[in-house]
């Protein structure tokens, strides 16, 4: 399904579900154009950073997580899911990724 409204740039953009899906509180963990993709709400937004752990590339998902807080199965390095901070001195802050809304449909761009 190509959005509309997206233009020249939609083949770059994958619909990973409905902006329904997207929890009040926490992360929702999807997977883009072949890429871990964590999703969160933030002031009546929603926001995407990758789904790898900035240290050691865990996959992010396999982590426990605590309220807004993901932790990385590996090593325990924890993550602000709603704004990608890095919460242990080990990692770096997760990269941003680029979500759009299209109707009732979250699309994220591929990797």
Do not use: Y
Not at 92 to 108: A, K, Y
């Amino acid at each position: 399904m190509i959005p509309r409204g997206l233009g020249a740039d939609a083949e770059e953009f994958v619909d990973v579900g409905a902006v329904m899906q997207v929890p009040t509180a926490g992360p929702w963990f999807v997977t883009a154009g072949g890429r871990e993709v964590i999703l969160c709400r933030r002031d009546g937004e929603i926001v995407g950073f990758s789904g790898n752990c900035t240290h050691n590339f865990a996959r992010l998902s396999e982590g426990a997580v605590e309220g807004n807080v993901v932790i990385c199965p590996k090593h325990g390095a924890r993550f602000d899911c709603s704004t990608g901070k890095a919460l242990s001195s080990l990692c770096s802050d997760l990269p941003r990724v680029e979500v759009r809304i299209s109707g009732r449909r979250v699309l994220v761009r591929r990797g």
